[in-house]
């Protein structure tokens, strides 16, 4: 999956990303949740009022609740973090991150 939503983020259509992400989300591992909001903050034009992103943003925030920090990985958490805060994203799903 990461190669995939890699490929997405080269080509700056933040919708495919999400629109991967919706079809693919059962899938997802703390890896994908991670690679993705990366690959969103590179993006400069990434409407973040889109119901679909913020759906993602809310099943990121459950999942870190659910699995927690340990599980969901050092690294993975940093990028997290980093891409929330390079999108400037204050919002109620990204205040439980």
Not at 7 to 20: A, H, M, S, T, Y
Not at 37 to 60: A, K
Request: charged residues 25%; contains cysteine.
């Amino acid at each position: 999956l990461n190669k995939q939503i890699i490929d997405l983020g080269r080509k700056q259509n933040w919708n495919e990303i999400l629109l991967f992400y919706k079809r693919e989300r059962e899938y997802f591992n703390n890896v994908n949740f991670a690679t993705t909001i990366s690959q969103l903050g590179r993006i400069r034009n990434v409407n973040r009022m889109d119901q679909l992103f913020i759906s993602f943003l809310d099943d990121l925030a459950n999942q870190l609740e659910e699995r927690g920090m340990e599980a969901m990985g050092v690294r993975q958490i940093a990028n997290i973090v980093h891409a929330i805060g390079k999108m400037h994203l204050k919002n109620a799903c990204t205040r439980r991150i």
